[in-house]
């Protein structure tokens, strides 16, 4: 199966300054991956998707994120932080089923918090 | 295009009890996806239909189970509920065609007592 893991479940930015995101995927087969950001008491909204075309991946609301294979890697990057970006940011992977079917596996999550 | 719809957005049930709760998806989507998140063990895959066939189970007991209509509208239904069931339900949208990418709702809030 594979799996995610993001590193630090919080993270402090200053507004204005660049956001890093961590996350590092078990695959082995090429992997599907997404962020996800999620606001108080929302259902999780989709900011990019990695699907083996380009490994810089441009999102929306400012973020993108690269695929590094030789380090397992996609990180979500945004160069300049706004108040509104503070929410719970969610890696994820997505799971071929031998139903035939996906699901996504999800990494722990990781709280932006922005700050004046 | 109208989005993911969940309903209810907010429940309160009594230890015991069953729940019955609804997802609309995408229009044109074929496949509903059921995730609970809670703080302990996060986001977490329950079971996902495609054409009216569950297709997929994740690791949960019995006491919860689905099912999904001809027009794809998906219900997911907890029997029996326990105090550890409070979570959040999502429900997530996919197109099939597409690279896995799901569409989430707002999510129905459960809170047994």
């Known amino acids: 199966a594979q799996s995610v893991t993001q590193l630090g479940s919080h993270v402090s930015v200053s507004e204005g300054a660049l956001v890093l995101l961590r996350c590092n995927y078990s695959?082995?087969?090429?992997?599907?991956l997404f962020w996800y950001v999620q606001y108080p008491n929302q259902g999780l909204q989709l900011l990019l998707k990695?699907?083996?075309?380009?490994?810089l991946v441009k999102g929306i609301n400012g973020f993108e994120a690269e695929f590094k294979k030789s380090e397992t890697s996609f990180h979500l990057t945004k160069p300049s932080a706004h108040m509104s970006d503070a929410a719970e940011y969610f890696c994820?992977?997505?799971?071929?089923?031998?139903?035939?079917?996906?699901?996504?596996?999800f990494g722990t999550g990781t709280q932006l918090k922005v700050e004046l | 295009k109208a989005g993911v719809t969940q309903t209810p957005r907010y429940l309160i049930k009594t230890r015991g009890q069953q729940v019955t709760l609804s997802c609309s998806p995408i229009s044109g989507h074929r496949s509903v996806s059921w995730y609970q998140q809670t703080p302990g063990q996060g986001l977490q895959f329950l079971f996902e239909?495609?054409?009216?066939?569950?297709?997929n189970k994740g690791n949960f007991p019995g006491r919860f189970s689905g099912r999904q209509f001809s027009n794809s509208r998906s219900e997911m239904n907890v029997s029996t509920l326990e105090l550890g069931d409070s979570a959040l339900y999502l429900c997530a949208s996919r197109d099939t065609g597409g690279a896995g990418e799901a569409f989430f709702g707002q999510g129905t809030r459960l809170t047994v007592v």
């Open positions: 990695y699907t083996s075309a380009a490994t």
């Open positions: 239909y495609f054409s009216e066939t569950q297709r």
């Open positions: 994820a992977v997505s799971d071929r089923l031998t139903g035939g079917g996906n699901k996504l596996t």
């Open positions: 695959s082995s087969v090429p992997p599907y």
